[in-house]
């Protein structure tokens, strides 16, 4: 079964608003990640979260993880059209598994 | 540097027929991994690779094989391809943060 579970399905958010997208996932974990997809590409790394680490920041980006309800969330601040795509959360440990996706559109 | 490699980009297998797909990295790095993804749909675990000369199975290993007998290769094979094995497979390597592919396009008549 797939680790990470993405909440929501979908997103549609004006240019200039924040996007939170929820993840929560099953077994003990050594890290989770965020990726990025555009459609039918490659997935592009967002942010690594330790899971010692409660909260990092990269750019617009910020990433929560809460071991005791295994769950995370990345949000997005300053929304951009660029950023309409698909973002997948990653966990595990040395089998890192995606969940479904969240997909955002940002309309300009 | 070429990071992660796909080799082929597209393919089109008639049922019952084999094939291999190559993922070739240059990283030096030790964890590598098959995921298929269909479509509006995540990435599923297929196998992985935490070092040269294992492999271990992900979520959906049924109907794949995989060797790693080259730490930079890491080798999916459809032994007898199905209708149900057409996805987009995406291979990555892992230090830190994983490393993907552009991605092999596999459509099964």
């Known amino acids: 079964s797939q680790q990470g579970e993405e909440d929501p399905q979908a997103l549609s958010i004006q240019e200039g608003e924040n996007a939170t997208m929820n993840c929560s996932y099953k077994t003990s974990i050594n890290n989770l990640q965020w990726y990025r997809q555009n459609s039918g590409r490659g997935l592009v790394h967002l942010i690594l979260i330790r899971s010692n680490e409660r909260e990092k920041h990269s750019g617009r980006l910020r990433v929560t993880l809460d071991t005791s309800k295994k769950s995370s969330s990345l949000l997005i601040t300053a929304s951009r059209a660029a950023d309409t795509a698909s973002y997948f959360c990653?966990?595990?440990?040395?089998?890192?598994?995606f969940g479904a996706g969240t997909r955002l559109t940002v309309k300009p | 540097n070429a990071g992660v490699t796909q080799t082929p980009k597209f393919r089109v297998l008639k049922t019952g027929q084999s094939m291999t797909l190559l993922c070739a990295q240059d990283m030096n790095h030790e964890y590598m991994y098959w995921y298929r993804q269909d479509p509006g749909m995540g990435l599923r675990l297929i196998h992985y690779s935490v070092g040269e000369g294992t492999t271990a199975k992900g979520e959906v290993p049924d109907g794949y094989n995989v060797s790693r007998l080259k730490k930079q290769n890491f080798l999916l094979g459809l032994e007898s391809a199905a209708p149900s094995q057409t996805s987009v497979y995406f291979c990555?390597?892992?230090?830190?943060?994983?490393?993907f592919g552009p991605g092999t396009r596999l459509t099964v008549l």
């Open positions: 990555a390597s892992m230090k830190g943060t994983q490393y």
């Open positions: 990653a966990a595990g440990n040395n089998d890192m598994r």
